[in-house]
Nanobody, 120 residues
Framework: QVQLVESGGGLVQPGGSLRLSCAASGSIFRINALAWYRQALGKERELVAAITIIGSTNYAEPVRGRFTISRDNAKNTVYLQMNSLKPEDTAVYYC??????????????WGQGTQVTVSS
């Protein structure tokens, strides 16, 4: 019923920037909270940043001040601007969305993941 499609990952040198996008489509009535998670090789998935429907944000300590989460409600899209990237930011990044469907049920959806590699 709903798809989350991510884009924007890739290979970047330390200190560089990337912008991830995640667009939701399908039987959407309203998107509530949106978030980005990441999972590095051999590690558990962790929250990177989250944004509420009214735009309140919170960030994991390792990315605070370097990453910015934002959303475009008209496009059902969430973004993650990543600056001053470090090798330890290397991971698969997943978007996450709490969505009210048109039938008024609520589900949490995940994107397919996009690889971010920070290396010289």
């Amino acid at each position: 019923q709903v798809q989350l499609v991510e884009s924007g990952g890739g290979l970047v040198q330390p200190g560089g920037s990337l912008r991830l996008s995640c667009a939701a489509s399908g039987s959407i009535f309203r998107i509530n909270a949106l978030a980005w998670y990441r999972q590095a090789l051999g590690k558990e998935r962790e929250l990177v940043a989250a944004i509420t429907i009214i735009g309140s944000t919170n960030y994991a300590e390792p990315v605070r001040g370097r990453f910015t989460i934002s959303r475009d409600n008209a496009k059902n899209t969430v973004y993650l601007q990543m600056n001053s990237l470090k090798p330890e930011d290397t991971a698969v990044y997943y978007c996450n969305a709490d969505i009210w469907l048109t039938n008024r049920s609520i589900y949490t959806y995940w994107g397919q993941g996009t690889q971010v590699t920070v290396s010289s």
